[in-house]
């Protein structure tokens, strides 16, 4: 197995080079680029200083010299400066942007498979029950409609229609639901606790569409192993239901899910995007869009190749899970 990691390792190189190529070229080949914004609305600014500034940018290179150019300097660590959040864009990613949607992700894909994970077995075993037929109807809801949508009927009614029926009882926390402007001096818990109830209703957001995949899914993967022969054995050797349903059953059922969940974990950070926008949340899907329409490319390369990085390193763990949890599958 050691050696089927390294080999994907090695994998992972030219993978990436040609991943992170894409995005460059992409990202340049959209409409505008940083001069455009910078001189926006400045009347007095010259062509010949448009051209001198394009010259200083490197603008006026052909992509592939300006994207060997920005590979080079990555690969030491230099991702350039951000001009719309005057720092370097690195930092300001990772530091300022990356903490904010752990805060989101992470929480929402644990709770997420915790409550799915028994709703998915219950709904398999009770098949054509009732509250197999409610939890089926709220999976397909949830996933189909758009994760905007959702975020955007639930300002509606935790903003406007329960204030105003409540007189007020039931509202949002002051200011919205962005991360609030705390006092430099506030304490740890103070700022812990204050962005937690900023946190609930994205998080409740995030929660309902990976709770509608992995039902889904672990439904689905559940019934086909039940109606296998060798559960039919476990069952006809005397063994308790429960033995049959959690020890041969779920351990074979569950190599979908984990395929899931390691995909879920970069693709949170896509339905980040959406989500952070709806709900102002300052984390990493946010600045990618406040990026892409200030024309900042550094930023949106250091976001967009880090999310690259984490479906690689995920899909390759997924593998390596597979082994673990299945002993037929065996890497040579």
């Known amino acids: 197995m050691l050696n089927y990691a390294l ?7 030219p993978l990436l080079l040609v991943i992170s190529l894409v995005i460059f070229t992409l990202t340049a080949l959209q409409p505008g680029d940083p001069v455009d914004q910078l001189v926006l609305g400045n009347s007095q600014i010259t062509p010949d ?26 690969v030491q660590g230099d991702f350039g400066w951000s001009r719309t959040f005057s720092a370097p864009a690195a930092s300001y990613v990772f530091q300022e942007r990356l903490p904010n ?9 644990i709770l997420s498979t915790l409550i799915a994970v028994p709703l998915g077995i219950f709904s398999a075993v009770r098949q054509y029950s009732f509250l197999d037929y409610l939890l089926t109807f709220f999976s397909f809801v949830s996933f189909s409609a758009p994760i905007f ?15 105003q029926i409540t007189n007020g009882v039931i509202s949002l926390p002051p200011g919205g639901l962005g991360s609030p402007d705390l006092a430099p001096d506030a304490g740890f818990w103070a700022a812990l606790t204050d962005k937690l ?69 970069p693709g949170l950070f896509g339905g980040a995007v959406l989500t952070e926008t709806v709900f102002s949340w ?24 880090f999310i690259s990085v984490l479906t690689v390193v995920f899909q390759l763990l997924t593998d390596l899970a597979y082994a673990a949890i299945d002993p037929r599958i065996r890497y040579s």
Request: proline share 5%.
């Open 282 to 305: 300052p984390g990493m899907g946010r600045v990618i869009v406040e990026a892409l329409t200030s024309k900042d490319f550094n930023v949106v390369m250091v976001a967009l190749t």
């Open 149 to 163: 949508w959702i975020g955007a009927m639930a300002l509606w009614l935790f903003a406007i229609y329960l204030p």
């Open 101 to 109: 949607t752990l805060l989101l992700t992470l929480p929402a894909l």
């Open 197 to 265: 109830r900023y946190l609930i209703l994205p998080l409740s957001i995030l929660m309902l569409r990976e709770i509608a995949v992995i039902l889904r899914f672990l439904r689905a993967s559940m019934l086909e192993v039940l109606n296998q022969d060798f559960v039919r054995t476990a069952r006809a050797k005397g063994l308790s239901s429960r033995k049959v349903l959690y020890r041969h059953a779920l351990r074979n059922a569950v190599l979908p899910i984990v395929t899931l969940l390691g995909l879920s974990i």
């Open 49 to 74: 200083d448009i051209a001198r500034l394009r010259a200083a940018y490197g603008l006026d290179q052909p992509i592939p010299l300006r994207y060997w150019f920005w590979l080079t300097h990555a």
């Open 7 to 13: 080999r994907r390792i090695l994998q992972m190189i």
